[in-house]
């Protein structure tokens, strides 16, 4: 009987250490794999953070104002280029643009109408 | 094996306790052979206790490892895990609407071992035939004293690959941060700027680096400045700074709500990616640091409080026939009208002789009070540690009221005034600035205080619209925003007194003005006359066009629609509370 309990428990130590050494193993490699997507995770961080400063020097304000004086005709906007959708009846007659429906919420319907209006009627289409 | 061996000895054991009194033949062989036995079971024994010995150590030991991997501590997987979430030790600096205003990029930094070089020269030489601007024997010389030397902080990829394929022995490549500010000399005094070692060491910078035990690194710090108005504002001042000499020029936007500075400028600046290229005089904050006397734009607060206290209406008059003699001194007019003015014509032609009469009916103690609850007699509790107290008058009598009354023998700083102001218009409601947004939680601990009644605030809304309208701001319109404001030029103090031919010259308004939602200061230092001017170089030629400019361009990034005069009128003329008004006709504000 002893012999089979201590026959028994050699087979367990054995399997116990088997398993114990895959689990390691286990272990070992998931933790290299950790390793590696962190490693890859701050690279990529540190990508987007050098392309997210690099988009934001980009689109400086005053970097695009120069380019858009030297590229383009385009100026700030002034006040009199918005207006409601019945000072633009008042100033240009009932232009097709105001008559249509909008979808638009009522605060900002009339500047948008206003700009589909100088777009012309197909935009409205 | 080991089990056979114990079983045969047992007998051979049984023997050898057996007593013989007369040993028989072969007795002595016997005993010779059960000595030998007796030694293998003693041996025997022993190595069975080993292997038990063996047996526990090896179990126990896997025991307890098994125990501490199953309820041990697992801090040293997580810390490893949080250790590769550096994304830059200090939070990123953006604007209210997400730009960014300070970042860290990681850069490459080239560092040689001088220990592990072979040939100094050579290694110096062959870093020099990429990096063009290295002193090589310098470099040559240290590296033969076996110093550890940097060679480069922020390489490119290009020098990067360059060097490493060079080959050389003791070449090492170090990851640093470095902050970026890609804005450039954008909102330069309010980002501030940081030196290597020391973080933070002026403006917002300077504050995110007091204040990184509370911030982590993952969220981004959110200032209250919009860098597209930042830009029209800045643009603007350069422009007539240019046009009229000046020697310097600031301005700042400040949301009268809330007390959220949109933008602040303070020309000549400097590019906080090179802070030290730019003189010490472009580094300071004028806006927030510097004080002037900041002249009539104080006559706002005089009539105000005369309103509140209820000591004048809008129809009041005051007779500014003649100088008005305050014991010792004589109160001109600068552009006299020589005649009775009303309330509001006192505040319109800008009458030194009427403020300083509102002033003596206001009296001494009144004054400071008001002046007190607008935050014109303390430091401004702000995020900038560029900052300074007013300097009040040390002896306050009836001269000095008379004279504080139109801005002279008091220094503020610019944005003391822009926060005083904001309270004349906005409903009487005064709020200390801020320079990080507010959002959630980060709101509110900041003071705000009712200085003055909805109705007082309503009669200066009307009365400084005059000013702009029939007063001497007419330049200063801006069709459809209705600004209201007050143009101010003072002379400069020098030794002894004021020099007539040195001047500031500031409008501070406010749009739209019939529900303000900005309040916007516009100041140059010394601006000259030019053309166009008529020899003058007073607020209303220089500042009062500038703001006008300003308001057309910043309004629609502001969110402001324009109104027309039959919706302004009824604002203006309206019974209804500013913030109702304000609520009904800016639903588009941002």
């Known amino acids: ?125 | 094996m080991f089990f056979r061996t114990r079983r045969k000895v047992r007998p051979t054991a049984y023997l050898i306790s057996c007593a013989q009194p007369v040993q028989p033949e072969g007795a002595r062989e016997q005993v010779a052979s059960s000595s030998v036995q007796r030694r293998r079971i003693v041996r025997a024994r022993a190595r069975i206790l080993m292997c038990l010995v063996a047996f526990v150590f090896t179990f126990g030991a896997l025991g307890v490892r098994l125990a501490y991997v199953s309820f041990g501590d697992v801090a040293p997987a997580r810390a490893f895990a949080a250790a590769g979430r550096d994304g830059g030790p200090r939070p990123e600096l953006v604007d209210r609407n997400g730009a960014i205003l300070a970042t860290d990029i990681p850069m490459v930094a080239l560092e040689i071992a001088g220990r592990d070089v072979w040939d100094a020269d050579e290694t110096a030489n062959a870093v020099k035939s990429v990096l063009a601007d290295i002193d090589a024997p310098a470099l040559a010389e240290k590296l033969r004293a076996g110093r550890y030397v940097e060679v480069a902080s922020d390489l490119t990829p290009f020098e990067r690959r360059a060097i490493f394929s060079l080959g050389q022995p003791g070449v090492r490549f170090a990851t640093r941060n470095k902050r970026f500010y890609p804005q450039g000399d954008l909102g330069a005094h309010v980002v501030g700027h940081s030196e290597a070692g020391k973080g933070g060491v002026m403006g917002l910078e300077r504050y995110i680096t007091a204040e990184m035990a509370k911030a982590t690194a993952d969220a981004p710090v959110r200032a209250a400045i919009d860098v597209r108005v930042q830009q029209a504002l800045e643009q603007e001042l350069q422009a007539t700074m240019t046009q009229f000499k000046a020697l310097a020029a600031w301005g700042a936007v400040m949301d009268v709500e809330t007390g959220e500075v949109i933008a602040l400028a303070s020309l000549p600046d400097f590019d906080p990616n090179a802070p030290g290229a730019a003189p010490p005089d472009a580094r300071r904050n004028r806006a927030t640091y510097d004080r002037y006397e900041l002249g009539s734009a104080f006559k706002a607060f005089v009539g105000a409080s005369a309103l509140e206290a209820g000591l004048a209406r809008e129809d009041t008059t005051y007779d500014a026939r003649k100088p008005f003699k305050v014991a010792d001194r004589t109160i001109t007019d600068f552009h006299g009208e020589n005649r009775i003015l009303t309330f509001s014509e006192v505040i319109q032609h800008s009458s030194n002789i009427g403020a300083a009469r509102m002033a003596g009916d206001l009296g001494v103690a009144r004054q400071k009070k008001y002046l007190d609850e607008l935050g014109l007699l303390d430091a401004l509790p702000i995020e900038l540690a560029e900052n300074r107290s007013p300097q009040p008058p040390d002896k306050w009598g009836p001269v000095e009221a008379a004279t504080v009354s139109y801005g002279h023998g008091i220094s503020v700083t610019p944005l003391h005034l822009l926060a005083a102001f904001s309270a004349v218009v906005n409903g009487g409601e005064y709020h200390t600035p801020r320079f990080l947004a507010v959002d959630g939680d980060a709101s509110d601990e900041r003071a705000s205080n009712m200085v003055f009644s909805e109705e007082t605030s309503a009669i200066m809304r009307r009365v400084l619209r005059r000013v702009v309208i029939d007063g001497t701001a007419s330049k200063a319109e801006a069709q459809g925003y209705f600004p209201i404001g007050k143009s101010a030029t003072a002379d400069k103090p020098s030794a002894g007194g004021y020099n007539r031919n040195a001047r500031i010259a500031s409008f501070i308004g406010a749009a739209p003005g019939y529900a303000p939602r900005y309040a916007i200061l516009i100041s140059f230092d010394n601006p000259q006359p030019g053309e166009g001017t008529y020899g003058y170089a007073t607020a209303g030629w220089n500042a009062a066009p500038t703001f006008s400019r300003f308001v057309n361009r910043a309004a629609p990034l502001l969110g402001l629609t324009p109104v027309n005069e039959a919706v302004a009128l009824s604002a203006f003329m309206g019974a209804a509370p500013y913030r109702e008004a304000r609520a009904d006709l800016e639903p588009s504000a941002p």
């Open chain 1, 1 to 125: 009987m002893i012999r089979i309990t201590t026959i028994f428990l050699c087979l367990l130590l054995a399997v116990a250490a088997a398993g114990r050494y895959r689990a390691e193993e286990e272990v070992r490699n998931t933790r290299s794999d950790i390793r590696e997507i962190e490693t890859d995770m701050v690279k990529e961080r540190r990508a987007i953070q050098m392309l997210r400063a690099e988009v934001a020097y980009l689109e400086n304000p005053e970097r695009l104002a120069k380019i858009a004086d030297a590229k383009t005709a385009l100026r700030p906007t002034e006040s009199r280029q918005i207006m409601t959708a019945d000072e633009f009846v008042a100033s240009f007659g009932d232009a097709p643009a105001v008559s249509a429906p909008t979808r638009r919420t009522p605060e900002n319907s009339d500047v948008i109408l206003h700009a589909l209006a100088m777009a012309g009627p197909a935009a409205l289409q």
